[in-house]
């Protein structure tokens, strides 16, 4: 959660089925490695972008073109949230 432009609190929660966790042999180590690595990974990308937002050469806008996919999905899900009907393709 972006606290400020430089601060972002980071909450981390592994969940398991009761049952398995009640077996003497089960062991999270495997789940807990894998994503430990894949969010400190996830974090500096995170950092990143948000050292570019507190930047003053930042001015916000629409997508650039290299955006493309990220607008059509923004673009797929207001439809869908405004009730109207989903295109696959939205003419910009």
């Not at 500096?44 to 999905?73: I, K, M, N, T, W």
């Amino acid at each position: 959660e972006p606290l400020t432009p430089t601060t972002t609190a980071v909450e981390c929660q592994w969940l398991f089925d009761p049952a398995a966790v009640a077996d003497p042999a089960f062991d999270p180590a495997y789940a807990v490695d894998f994503w430990d690595l894949t969010n400190r990974q996830d974090w500096a990308a995170v950092e990143s972008v948000q050292r570019g937002l507190d930047s003053p050469a930042y001015v916000p806008g629409v997508f650039g073109e290299h955006e493309d996919a990220v607008y059509h999905f923004q673009t797929m899900l207001a439809a869908a949230y405004s009730g109207l009907p989903i295109r696959r393709r939205v003419a910009r």
